[in-house]
């Protein structure tokens, strides 16, 4: 009886304990119905942390035309407009580069994409764009790091 008590408190206590290296935190950001824009414009992470970036592409499947949309973070914000002009180049997809921190693949209508990193361990702003075509100007916003 006295092992068994001891085992369940000691569970608890790990249980309890405040949490671990390995907690990640979760983000969902989504595009703005059928428009070129983000339904979230600003999120905050702490730094260092794990983060599970997830982007809901929430254009309805009736709209007319291509309506695809990605998250890209950039460690450089300067870095901003070369990141979409070769994205452009490469149908809206980005190059892998020292200046993206972490990036979605492109989701399509009603559909999700999602992308784990860990989160710089500089506190400031990091921006975060899409990159497919023409969606660069408008699909923009900001990840905090404090």
């Known amino acids: ?11 608890m206590i790990i249980n ?12 969902t950001l989504g595009s703005l119905g059928n428009e070129m824009k983000y339904d979230t414009t600003e999120f905050t992470v702490k730094a260092g942390s794990k983060v599970k ?4 592409n929430n254009a309805s499947l009736d709209f007319m035309g291509e309506m695809l949309h990605n998250v890209v973070i950039l460690l450089d914000e300067s870095q901003a407009s070369n990141v979409v002009k070769y994205a452009e180049m490469n149908g809206g997809t980005p190059l892998a580069s020292n200046t993206i921190l972490a990036m979605t693949v492109l989701a399509d209508k009603q559909e999700e994409a999602s992308v784990e990193f860990t989160a710089p361990k500089k506190p400031g702003k990091y921006l975060y764009i899409c990159t497919y075509i023409a ?3 408008t699909m923009r916003g900001y990840m905090i790091v404090e």
């Not at 309890?16 to 983000?27: K, L, N, R, Y």
């Open 1 to 11: 009886m006295k092992k068994t008590l001891i085992i369940l408190l000691a569970t």
């Open 16 to 27: 309890c304990s405040g949490g671990t290296s390995d907690e990640v935190t979760v983000i």
């Open 53 to 56: 970036l997830t982007m809901k």
């Open 135 to 137: 969606h660069g100007a």
